[in-house]
């Protein structure tokens, strides 16, 4: 759907061009015309850089989530895709490993969390029960 200021902006040029067009001896409505469609230019040329910006942030999200995880569901261990938990299932966390979704630690031997993608802050926070 197109932007309904871009739109006003797109009758405010064309208007500004029959304004000149029925009274050429005045450039000013010539001159707002073409200034109008720099605006307009400008302001989608850096919209779309924006918005191409922000998909790829929301592409780069998709690294985050790991591809399989250990999950004990029904007392068996087995490897299962990420996206597949719910909720309920055991994770079992490994040093170095990525986390598949929001969880809650039931039991943790010396556990720190790297919090640098999310927060900023680089060191490592324990975790405790």
Same mark, same amino acid.
Request: charged share 20%; no cysteine.
């Given at each position: 759907m197109a932007n309904p200021f871009a739109l006003l902006l797109w009758v405010g040029a064309i208007l500004a061009f029959v304004a000149y067009g029925l009274y050429p001896a005045?450039?000013?409505?010539?001159?707002?015309?073409?200034?109008?469609?720099?605006v307009?230019?400008?302001?989608?040329?850096?919209?779309?850089?924006?918005?191409?910006?922000?998909?790829?942030?929301? +592409?780069?999200f998709k690294d985050f989530i790991p591809p399989s995880t250990i999950v004990i569901r029904d007392g068996e261990e087995k490897s299962l895709? +990420?996206?597949?938990?719910?909720?309920?299932?055991?994770?079992?966390?490994?040093?170095?490993?990525?986390?598949? +979704?929001?969880?809650?630690?039931?039991a943790s031997q010396g556990m720190k969390v790297d919090n640098s993608s999310l927060t900023g802050e680089t060191d490592l926070l324990p975790r405790v029960v």
């Open positions: 005045d450039p000013s409505n010539l001159y707002l015309g073409i200034v109008l469609i720099v307009i230019v400008f302001v989608g040329a850096l919209t779309f850089y924006e918005n191409m910006k922000s998909e790829a942030i929301m +592409a780069s895709d +990420a996206t597949k938990l719910v909720r309920g299932d055991l994770i079992k966390v490994l040093s170095g490993k990525k986390i598949p +979704a929001d969880i809650r630690i039931v």
